[in-house]
């Protein structure tokens, strides 16, 4: 299988029950399940037991224990509402018999309303830039070496994300501007199923929202080893269609961190400047104590 492929056969979760979902993960590179696939997962449990024509609207979500990449996860959905507009779900993911991962999500039929979104900031075009593989090799050693580089490499390569600036571990010790820019898509074409699209847009969405935190006090987070960090909450709201399979702008910025935490907020448009969906995470950030 291709990536993309192993990457949707992880998000095809086994159903064992009418509410009940079982998931397996994949081998990361840090030793515990990546945020992005169990929020994922939780969201494609949620939207199994929802009627087709009411696509996500919001998710909020909390990350309570880390996940075992060894083990499956247990997705159990709690049907809290179904009324004529709003669908509400809630998903409690499960491990070695604990609550690892807890979400809501919320379901709208399509409606008219007012409208009206900020506009796109400037980005260069993602053609322009390199891909994971031209860029990533440049900075193995501080990454850990070719066998990190790697895993890296192959935790990716469903996704083609490219940095429209150097990330955090490119420029170690220099504090930059807090605020980072991504454009990504999926490496191969998706089904016109609007919950895919939505499901792996949230799998992305933790991969480099924190980068921005990190960047205002120039550290190079766990590819380093300059910080301790985990994502602690996450929230979307998804605003307007979208395929994750054509180019989407990921702006990230940070407006504070303190006490061991760091806020990301980040808004994600199509190449023609919809803005699709708002973001916003608060992460653990904690820098290393030092020995002895």
Known sequence: MTPLEELLALLDLERIEEDIFRGTSRDAVIPRVFGGQVAAQALVAAGRTVPE?????????????????????????????????????????????RPIFHLSASFQVHEE??????????????????????????????????????????????????????????????AREPRSQVWFRTNGKLADDPLLHVCL????????????????????????????????????????PFRADEWLLYDQESPTSQGGRGLARGRIFTVEGSLAVSVTQEGLVRVPRPRG
Not at 128 to 153: I, Q, S
């Open 201 to 240: 847009a949230t799998y992305v969405s933790d991969m480099t929202l924190l980068d921005s935190v990190l960047l205002a006090h120039g550290r190079g987070g766990w590819a380093v080893g300059d910080v301790v960090g985990a994502s602690l909450d996450h929230a979307m709201w998804f605003h307007r």
């Open 113 to 174: 309303g007012l409208e009206h979104q900020e506009p796109m900031p400037a980005a260069p075009d993602p053609s322009a830039l390199p891909t994971a593989a031209e860029m990533l090799p440049r900075y193995a050693g501080l990454l850990g070496g070719p066998e990190v580089l790697d895993k890296l490499l192959e935790a990716r390569a469903a996704v083609d994300l490219r940095y429209a600036d150097e990330p955090p571990f490119a420029s170690v010790g220099e």
């Open 53 to 97: 024509d009411r696509p996500p609207n919001s998710l909020h979500a909390y990350f309570l224990r880390p996940g075992d990449p060894g083990r499956p996860i247990v997705y159990t959905v709690d049907r809290i509402r179904d009324g004529r507009s709003f669908t509400t779900r809630r998903v409690v993911a499960v491990q070695h018999g």
